[in-house]
Every structure is written in structure tokens, then in C-alpha cells.
């Protein structure tokens, strides 16, 4: 696909077509073609900058009674290599990347990576084109769409995120985590973490790393909060 037939398909009109041209120029077909200036690197730091802002301002505003944590993790969730690369795929992003050989043939137009990473650099070159105006009209109606599916599915979220959330609009606390019990030797250490929310245990779980049965711990108090409620339904 030739950039203006992504740009069509995007609905944008550049003023320097140039700078979509180095948005989409991967490293390593510079490596290989001689007249190509610049890869989109530079691009990309860019946009990932005007995105991280973007984003969180359009939470704020979004969400004026969200708290800061939970603005943080859903902008984690948004901003994720993953999330972004579905955008670019549903613009087709991939099919107009000028790549290198190798990179082309190993699927560098399907990588989460890649896409991502070009993403990135669209929005950098459209910051660059039109200012922040322009990059916010593109982004808005993909970022609402996003953070609907985001809250519509919590396994995008971790499950010590989650239970936070859960804990301080079900019981006005915070999950407190505490070792409880560490067995085996120092080389193959087995942790044993147990969740408290005031002062009712709700989940325990077991690691190789405190953060490990922590996060297990959690999984742990999600399954059983989940099957009270079935029950008392």
C-alpha cells in the first residue's frame, strides 16, 4: 500500500507528505536503500509522548470521579504494545510499512512490535504536520472505543489492579499483602503471601518471588469474591 493510499484509508491529509513517508520507513530498510533519509525512531519517541499525554488527559475529563491509580492502570492498559498494535491493524498500518528484506520475510508486517512502534511514529509525524489539535481528532474516537473494551474485559487489567479497584468501592480499604510463610532453599525459595482487606483475610497464594504469590494471592481473592456472589445470586 502507497502512503497516500494509507493516509486516504487513515482520513488524513498531510501537509508534508514527507513526513509520513519517514513515518513509515523502518530501520531496516534504511539499512538497504541509499536515498532514504531517516527511520521512524525519532517519530516514534514523539508520538509515544503526545499519546501518554493525550491519553491521560482524555481520562481526566473522561472520568472526573476516577481516582489517580485507576486512571494510571487504565492508561497502561490503553497505551500497552498490544493495544496499539490493533489499531494499527485496523488501518491496515502494516501492508504500507516500507521494511527491509529480512525484515519482511521474517513478518515484521505482522509484529505487535513493529506496529506499535508505527503507530507511534504516525501520530509523531501528524504532531509534527498539524500539532496536538490534529494527533487529539484522530486519537479520540480509538481511545474511546479502547477504553470501553478495556472495561468491558478486566483480564486486560492485573489482578492486583482489579482487586484494588474492587476493595476500595466494595469496602473503602486498600488489599494489604503480608508474607505469611517462606519454605524450601535459598536457591528455590517458596514465598506464601495472604490479602487482607480491613481485617478479613480474602486470599492467599504461593511464589517463587514475594511479588509472585502476591499476584497470586489476588487471582486467589478474585475467584473466591466471584463465586460468593454467584452464590448469593
Same mark, same amino acid.
Given at each position: 500500500?502507497?502512503?497516500?493510499?494509507?493516509?486516504?484509508?487513515?482520513?488524513?491529509?498531510?501537509?508534508?507528505?514527507e513526513l509520513l513517508w519517514r513515518a513509515l520507513t523502518h530501520r531496516?530498510?534504511?539499512?538497504?536503500?541509499?536515498?532514504?533519509?531517516?527511520?521512524?525512531?525519532?517519530?516514534?519517541?514523539?508520538?509515544? #509522548? #503526545?499519546?501518554?499525554? @493525550?491519553? #491521560?488527559?482524555?481520562?481526566?475529563?473522561?472520568?472526573?470521579?476516577? /481516582?489517580?491509580?485507576?486512571?494510571?492502570?487504565?492508561?497502561?492498559?490503553?497505551?500497552?504494545?498490544?493495544?496499539?498494535?490493533?489499531?494499527?491493524?485496523?488501518?491496515?498500518?502494516?501492508?504500507?510499512?516500507?521494511?527491509?528484506?529480512?525484515?519482511?520475510?521474517?513478518?515484521?508486517?505482522?509484529?505487535?512490535?513493529?506496529?506499535?512502534?508505527?503507530?507511534?511514529?504516525?501520530?509523531?509525524?501528524?504532531? @509534527? /504536520?498539524?500539532?496536538? *489539535?490534529?494527533?487529539?481528532?484522530?486519537?479520540?474516537?480509538?481511545?474511546?472505543?479502547?477504553?470501553?473494551?478495556?472495561? &468491558?474485559?478486566?483480564? *486486560?487489567? &492485573?489482578?492486583?489492579?482489579?482487586?484494588?479497584?474492587?476493595?476500595?468501592?466494595?469496602?473503602?480499604?486498600?488489599?494489604?499483602?503480608?508474607?505469611v510463610g517462606a519454605r524450601g532453599p535459598d536457591h528455590a525459595r517458596?514465598?506464601?503471601?495472604?490479602?487482607?482487606?480491613?481485617?478479613?483475610?480474602?486470599?492467599?497464594?504461593?511464589?517463587?518471588?514475594? *511479588?509472585?504469590?502476591?499476584?497470586?494471592?489476588?487471582? &486467589? #481473592?478474585?475467584?473466591?469474591? *466471584?463465586?460468593?456472589?454467584?452464590?448469593?445470586?
Amino acid at each position: 500500500m502507497a502512503p497516500d493510499e494509507f493516509a486516504r484509508k487513515a482520513g488524513l491529509a498531510f501537509r508534508d507528505p514527507e513526513l509520513l513517508w519517514r513515518a513509515l520507513t523502518h530501520r531496516s530498510y534504511l539499512n538497504e536503500h541509499t536515498d532514504a533519509l531517516e527511520d521512524n525512531e525519532r517519530l516514534e519517541f514523539l508520538g509515544d #509522548a #503526545a499519546l501518554d499525554f @493525550l491519553s #491521560a488527559a482524555w481520562l481526566y475529563r473522561r472520568f472526573p470521579e476516577m /481516582d489517580e491509580g485507576k486512571m494510571t492502570r487504565l492508561r497502561s492498559a490503553l497505551v500497552r504494545t498490544e493495544q496499539l498494535a490493533i489499531f494499527a491493524r485496523e488501518l491496515d498500518l502494516g501492508d504500507a510499512l516500507r521494511l527491509g528484506r529480512g525484515e519482511e520475510a521474517s513478518g515484521g508486517r505482522t509484529r505487535s512490535a513493529l506496529l506499535c512502534g508505527a503507530f507511534e511514529a504516525v501520530l509523531g509525524a501528524l504532531y @509534527l /504536520d498539524q500539532g496536538i *489539535q490534529a494527533v487529539e481528532v484522530f486519537l479520540e474516537p480509538r481511545i474511546r472505543a479502547a477504553v470501553e473494551a478495556i472495561l &468491558d474485559d478486566d483480564s *486486560q487489567i &492485573d489482578p492486583r489492579s482489579l482487586l484494588q479497584i474492587w476493595a476500595q468501592a466494595e469496602r473503602g480499604a486498600t488489599p494489604r499483602y503480608r508474607t505469611v510463610g517462606a519454605r524450601g532453599p535459598d536457591h528455590a525459595r517458596e514465598f506464601v503471601v495472604e490479602v487482607t482487606v480491613g481485617a478479613e483475610a480474602i486470599g492467599r497464594g504461593e511464589g517463587h518471588s514475594k *511479588q509472585e504469590a502476591a499476584h497470586q494471592a489476588a487471582a &486467589d #481473592a478474585l475467584t473466591r469474591i *466471584q463465586q460468593a456472589s454467584g452464590a448469593e445470586s
